[in-house]
């Protein structure tokens, strides 16, 4: 069974930082894309950035310079390093596996960046 598990969400002030993790079992994680989202209330589900199975890295304009993705695939698991955080960052944020035509997607974790 395939199981995508996001972590490290939470609560956080304005111009702080959060490390979010997406563990993945089930699949051979090494192949996957790998992308994190967020959707705010109300809002459409956005793509904030990318990391290809060789490592390749791309971000949504909103967030360059700010938020970092990496993966460690002996620990089959991908991170998104959150600095600079604003209130318009605030979200649920998911974890999204694929190797077409196989799709995989986490709960979400809940981050809020607020006063």
């Known amino acids: 069974q395939v199981q995508l598990v996001e972590s490290g969400g939470g609560l956080v002030q304005p111009g702080g930082s959060l490390r979010l993790s997406c563990g993945a079992s089930g699949i051979i994680f090494s192949i996957y894309h790998v992308g994190w989202y967020r959707q705010a209330p109300g809002q459409q589900r956005e793509l904030v950035a990318v990391?290809?199975?060789?490592?390749?890295?791309n971000y949504a304009d909103s967030v360059k310079g700010r938020f970092t993705v990496s993966r460690d695939n002996a620990k089959k698991t991908v991170y998104l390093q959150m600095n600079s955080l604003k209130p318009e960052d605030t979200a649920v944020y998911y974890c999204?596996?694929?190797?077409?035509?196989?799709?995989?997607w986490g709960q979400g974790t809940q981050v809020t960046v607020s006063s």
């Open positions: 999204n596996a694929y190797n077409r035509p196989r799709d995989y």
């Open positions: 990391i290809t199975s060789v490592g390749s890295t």
